[in-house]
């Protein structure tokens, strides 16, 4: 079955970075985008980017540029997202979630999220 | 930029009730990148509509969507009491790419 497996939380002082991983089973690694999605506590969901595990080929939101960092390993089909440059506002659950490569011609959608992982910036 | 607007931003109901959740793009949007989301407390997201009326796998028959162009609905047409949860739209298209709504909260009454 298909899964999307993350790290564990973590606490980070203001002006760190984080890393946080997302490891897919069950399917093809490489024939599905790898997103990265946001929640601030209480708040609503905030697309931060994504990246193809076939090429490497990356688009973060705009007001993410800069600060976020995506890559991908496709020999332990895993994808990584790293925020620099930690705030308390960065402060949130972060999902990977998964869309199918292609999409566009039929629907596009996240069908298989990962569990989240809760990122806590405080000094 | 598109945004997508839901209301009510919280929906009080019993179950049994039937559950409308209303989202509005601010420009025509195509349906078929057009999704809904459940989401309990604690829990990760989870896919229920895409492409505007297509049930995901293993959601039941008494959650339908429909709409099309600026105006989408989520409907569950008799509420179960593990209904009572957040529901996200989400449309992909245009720039940005991506957007989710801000989230209706159904509650119980």
């Known amino acids: 079955q298909v899964q999307l497996v993350q790290s564990g939380a973590e606490v980070e002082k203001p002006g760190a970075s984080v890393k946080v991983s997302c490891k897919a089973s069950?399917?093809?690694?490489?024939?599905?985008?790898i997103f990265w999605v946001r929640q601030a506590p209480g708040q609503g969901l905030e697309w931060m980017g994504w990246?193809?595990?076939?090429?490497?080929?990356?688009k973060y939101a705009q007001i993410f540029q800069g600060r976020v960092t995506m890559t991908r390993d496709t020999s332990i089909n895993t994808a990584y997202m790293e925020v620099s440059g930690l705030t308390s506002d960065d402060t949130a659950i972060y999902y990977c979630?998964?869309?199918?490569?292609?999409?566009?011609?039929?629907?596009?959608?996240?069908?298989?999220w990962g569990q989240g992982t809760l990122v806590t910036v405080s000094s | 930029e598109i945004v997508l607007t839901q209301s009510p931003g919280t929906l009080s109901l019993s179950p049994g009730e039937r559950a409308a959740l209303s989202c509005r793009a601010s420009?025509?949007?195509?349906?078929?990148?057009f999704n809904w989301y459940q989401q309990k407390p604690g829990q990760a997201p989870r896919l229920l509509i895409y492409?505007?009326?297509s049930r995901a796998a293993g959601i039941p028959d008494r959650f339908s969507g429909s709409g099309s162009g600026t105006d989408f609905t989520l409907t569950i047409s008799r509420l179960e009491p593990e209904d009572f949860a957040v529901y996200y739209c989400?449309?992909?298209?245009?720039?940005?790419?991506?957007?989710f709504g801000q989230g209706t909260k159904l509650e119980l009454k």
């Open positions: 979630t998964r869309e199918r490569i292609g999409c566009s011609s039929t629907t596009c959608h996240f069908d298989y």
């Open positions: 069950g399917y093809t690694f490489t024939d599905y985008y």
């Open positions: 990246i193809n595990p076939n090429n490497g080929d990356l």
């Open positions: 420009q025509s949007v195509s349906s078929r990148h």
């Open positions: 492409g505007a009326s």
């Open positions: 989400q449309q992909y298209g245009g720039s940005p790419p991506y957007r």
